[in-house]
């Protein structure tokens, strides 16, 4: 069976500082025409920062869309066309002043696929250096420095919900068998 929907029509809803929305006409395998609502959004990185004591950088921030505090690990928004890499040693140092000296590529994750266009680049960094964060201008968090073996038991346990911090620690656990 043939899966692949083709695009139709295309109208621009919306275009905001960091999110395109679109609708879209698409003609499914039958023949048939559906909707498609899309979200544009040029991706993000994510990083677990692990420390050589296993020890990893957190940041804590308010996330308006839920109205509460989020424990997270560092992480952020590419800009249109940046390359991942870079995006994320910049975002490592921004939020929790960290700098590297090994940064490990462990895939993507497409964060909510049935309408957003979102990409999210994961990475482990090690052999790190402490220095100072300096967040964006109108960026408000906490760092703070916990045990992996807490994080994790906190992802088992449903206590931080946050997609990327989820997979990322569970990839690192697999990986580095922690």
């Known amino acids: 069976m ?16 960091i999110i395109t929305v679109r609708l879209d006409q698409a003609e499914l395998p039958n023949g048939q025409l559906a ?15 692990l420390f050589d004591d296993g020890t990893v950088s957190i940041v804590r921030q ?3 869309p839920f109205q509460h505090v989020v424990t997270e690990l560092p992480a952020g928004k590419l800009e249109r066309g940046e390359d991942h890499r870079p995006a994320a040693l910049r975002e490592l140092e ?6 590297c000296g090994k940064l490990t590529y462990l895939g993507c994750l497409y964060l909510s696929p049935g309408f957003s266009t979102e990409v999210l680049h994961m990475y482990l960094a090690q052999e790190l250096t ?4 300096h967040p964006d201008e109108d960026e408000f968090l906490e760092a703070e420095r916990v045990p992996f073996a807490q994080l994790l038991e906190q992802v088992m346990s449903g206590e931080i919900v946050d997609a990327k911090t989820v997979a990322l620690v569970l990839k690192v656990k697999q990986l580095l068998d922690l």
């Open 130 to 133: 402490q220095g100072d964060c």
């Open 2 to 17: 043939e899966l692949w929907e083709k695009t139709v029509e295309s109208k621009t809803l919306f275009e905001g500082k």
């Open 62 to 64: 308010f996330r308006y």
């Open 35 to 49: 909707g498609r609502e899309v979200v544009e959004h040029p991706g993000g990185v994510a990083i677990l920062p």
């Open 94 to 99: 921004e939020e929790v002043g960290v700098r």
